[in-house]
């Protein structure tokens, strides 16, 4: 019964954890990002690329990197990854479409791309941080940095960090380089926010392995 309890209460818990973390991601999303219209990296930065250089759709380009990254990630992380990353993608959705009912709630940082970029990094980090500290993710980018941190020697902060600047370098062939640079502010701060999210609490365990929902 007790420890019936107790998995009820953990399961509780970071799933609370899991929502208010993409609360915040897609808040900052809708209210730096979008106003800001700061660059993104990953999967988002690739789909962008395709749309620029070969006229694929980013709805299309999107659903299927990501549906790739979750098959790949759901032989290696198993089944309890998938099940939280839905749950994530739906909170997310959820939470964006009720701050583009409300409307922007922050002013508009377009004329201050730095602080922009600074802000929304922090919006980014601490909101995916605590989404994949929960063993959920919000999309492929999510899931491809959990797989590398897995399988590579990079810890998951160098993982998001390599991915995002490696399609921010290819985005350059088309985007000017004030807003290129301004959205490697935004990835780096993300990228050492998330990972000292995801390994807090965990000291004695290495970096490279994706957080067990269950310490939470």
Known sequence: MDTNNKGG???WK????????????????????SQSKITEGGILGL?????????ISPGISEFVLDLLCYLAALQILGKGFLKNALISSAGY?????????????????????????????????VGVGLVVRSGGATGGDDALALILSRKTPLTLSKAYLFTDVVVLL??????PLINIGCSLVTVTISSVLIGRIQTAWRPRISQSAPADPADI
Not at 103 to 120: H, Y
């Open 93 to 125: 959705a959820l939470f964006y479409s009720l701050w583009e009912f409300t409307g922007p709630l922050l002013p508009n940082l377009s004329g201050r791309p730095l602080l922009a970029a600074i802000l929304g990094g922090t919006f980014v980090g």
């Open 170 to 175: 290819l985005s350059a062939t088309y985007i």
């Open 47 to 55: 789909t962008l690329l395709l749309q620029h250089w070969l006229h």
């Open 14 to 33: 970071r799933y609370t954890v899991l929502l208010a973390g993409v609360m915040i991601l897609s808040f900052g999303l809708y209210n730096v990002h």
């Open 9 to 11: 209460i953990a399961s």
